[in-house]
């Protein structure tokens, strides 16, 4: 499966962003989905993850109340709508895909920019 995010950018501290992973392929129902991030000069870090059906859904402390991560099956899309931005979720973020029976993130986005400023 190939995966393409969108929607980073700039953004004033206290602001919101909606970042889009779609996914090539038939399958993508298939697959849980995650989202991760690495702020710079750290290392690559967990955001939130959804089972396959949308059904389950897991955050990081830092994400927990303010990012809410969503999926469309019939779209073959994953979102993630972070609110209530804050400087040190300044990175670049990552969509990646799980099979359903694996406990691996073995395909990812390329990465888009999220650059939230005070």
């Known amino acids: 499966v190939q995966l393409q995010a969108s929607g980073g950018g700039l953004v004033q501290a206290g602001g919101s962003l909606r970042l889009s992973c779609v996914a090539s392929?038939?399958?993508?129902?298939?697959?849980?989905m995650g989202w991760f991030r690495q702020p710079p000069g750290k290392e690559r870090e967990f955001v939130a993850a959804?089972?396959?059906?949308?059904?389950?859904?897991y955050y990081s402390d830092s994400a927990k109340g303010r990012f809410t991560i969503s999926r469309d099956n019939a779209k073959n899309a994953v979102y993630l709508q972070m609110n209530n931005l804050k400087p040190e979720d300044t990175a670049v973020y990552y969509c990646?895909?799980?099979?359903?029976?694996?406990?691996?993130?073995?395909?990812w986005g390329q990465g888009t920019q999220v650059t939230v400023y005070s």
């Open positions: 990646a895909a799980r099979q359903i029976k694996g406990n691996v993130y073995r395909y």
């Open positions: 392929g038939r399958t993508f129902s298939m697959y849980n």
């Open positions: 959804v089972a396959s059906s949308g059904g389950g859904k």
